[in-house]
């Protein structure tokens, strides 16, 4: 790295690099960066701590970026997990992953979801297109595997600006399906990791098996307004068991319009529970300790939670 | 049910070459013992252990055709 870097100070990391990519004027993926210090809110908003981090452009990403703004001159992109281009260099890729994920364990409750959520969005304006040769690659390797997992079916591709949708058909729904949704969950993570490494382009990738996702989603959206309807009834807290992050994500929009109940994941990791609750209340005995008032507990040094 | 971890194995790593599976079934269980190179444990593991548990429940899905359990060692 021949670069010299620059310093940043913010809040906390995220607002940090923030600075540091509004100075660049490049994404956090193209940024090489540092953290000297997380920083820190203190407690109770006293020995506060700045967080301070170190930043520089990558090299590999200088060229990249000078290339890519000839076609489509972006000054920046939203920063996200999930949708991180696939570089062309692995270890560069990689060491951006883990800057992204370092960032994440900093993060304050308030923005863990956001991120991801606003991501898409953005992603769905660049006008780029999938070849047709991409998505033969993608619909061979789908039903290469569910041939060796000796469920032959058909799988038909469609695809939307850098989205593609997969969708497998052949009576085998069941099987490929899993409980809750769980072996076709697998299915499309490695499918997108293995596409990953075949197709260098950025492409967002979901299979579909019949119409289980509407299903389920329409599932889980009933579910919730059944336990929010529970929750407002007798005001005690209900639980939904763990989900992705795609079907929390349904179940928080599902529940957003309701003034009188609020719903929070909690947990760790990928799966987390989701609270359904009525707000205002505090602690409440039937509801054990997700949510209680700040400093009750030994303090949660981990603030996964989300809204 | 060796060769679909095969070949799952070999589409995330680095040496695909150095990927090798051996399967044992005993009664109602099949067992696929996966080796990789060194380098490429991190790729077929995940990050906390995701591409493993994908990998397994791949597996899982293909055995309960025969309606066998599974099992997927990771050799080091």
């Known amino acids: ?307 | 049910m060796k060769e679909l971890v095969a070949y799952i194995a070999k589409s995330l790593v680095d040496h695909p070459e150095e990927v090798k599976t051996a399967e044992t079934g005993e009664d109602d269980t099949v067992t696929v013992e996966l080796t990789v190179a060194k380098d490429d444990l991190g790729k077929v593991i995940g990050k906390q252990g995701r591409t493993a548990r994908a990998i397994r429940s791949i597996l899982a899905a293909a055995a309960g055709k025969e309606n066998k359990r599974s099992r997927l060692d990771i050799l080091e």
């Open chain 1, 1 to 307: 790295m021949s670069l010299e870097k620059k310093k940043f100070y913010g809040k906390e990391v995220t607002d940090a690099i923030k600075k540091a990519c509004d100075e660049f004027g490049v994404a956090q993926e193209k940024l090489d960066i540092e953290v000297v210090e997380t920083g820190s809110t203190g407690i109770f908003g006293l020995i506060r701590k700045k967080a301070y981090i170190k930043a520089a452009l990558k090299t590999v990403a200088v060229e990249e970026e000078v290339a890519k703004e000839v076609v489509v001159p972006r000054p920046q992109k939203a920063p996200s997990v999930q949708l991180a281009p696939v570089e062309p260099d692995e270890d560069v890729s990689e060491g951006a992953e883990e800057d992204v994920h370092l960032e994440d364990g900093e993060e304050s409750e308030d923005n863990g979801d956001d991120l991801t959520e606003i991501a898409p969005a953005l992603l769905d304006t660049e006008e780029e297109q999938i070849s047709q040769e991409n998505l033969d690659i993608v619909k061979t390797e789908l039903s290469r595997l569910l041939e060796l997992m000796g469920y032959p079916s058909q799988v038909q591709t469609e695809s939307s600006g850098i989205s593609v949708h997969c969708c497998i058909q052949g009576g085998f729904e069941e099987a490929l399906t899993g409980q809750d949704g769980k072996t076709l969950d697998s299915l499309q993570y490695i499918l997108r990791k293995i596409i990953a490494r075949k197709i260098p382009d950025r492409l967002r990738l979901s299979i579909d098996i019949g119409d289980f996702r509407e299903r389920r989603q329409l599932e889980l959206a009933e579910k919730a307004v059944e336990l929010a309807r529970m929750v407002k009834e007798d005001g005690k807290t209900q639980v939904l068991p763990a989900l992705n992050p795609s079907e929390r994500r349904v179940v928080h929009m599902t529940l957003q319009e309701d003034k009188d109940i609020r719903s929070r994941s909690v947990g760790e990791g990928l799966f987390k529970k989701i609270l359904i609750y009525k707000p205002g209340k505090g602690k409440k005995p039937g509801a054990r300790k997700h949510h209680s008032p700040r400093g009750q507990k030994v303090k949660n040094s981990k603030p996964d939670a989300e809204k």
